[in-house]
């Protein structure tokens, strides 16, 4: 009998979702804070974010709240921000 192989979705934190963000921006643009990005994952995921919530380890070894996105919704928040965004990261994940 065959072992049944599941495959382990590739995944995309929030840490570098906002390094995404701001390596698109123009240089007149401010740059984005994870903090800020998190504020906005509820607005765009509309409540589906808690399946998506972890923590990490900051420099300071203190937990911090972010998110670990398959790639569907690593694409929603991306394509809330730019178009060409969106490619980097659909290109990203589907590597």
Do not use: I, W
């Not at 995944?11 to 390094?19: A, Y």
């Not at 607005?43 to 974010?49: A, F, P, R, T």
């Not at 919530?53 to 709240?65: A, C, F, G, I, V």
């Amino acid at each position: 009998m065959k072992d049944l192989v599941t495959a382990t979705p590739t995944l995309m934190s929030s840490l570098e979702l906002v390094g995404y963000v701001n390596s698109t921006r123009k240089t007149d643009e401010a740059t984005l804070t994870h903090a800020n990005f998190l504020k906005k994952v509820p607005l765009v995921l509309n409540g589906g974010e808690v399946n998506f919530y972890s923590t990490y380890l900051d420099n300071q070894n203190k937990e911090r709240p972010c998110y670990y996105f398959p790639k569907r919704e690593a694409c929603l928040m991306a394509m809330s921000y730019s178009y060409e965004l969106q490619a980097k990261v659909f290109d990203r994940m589907t590597e």
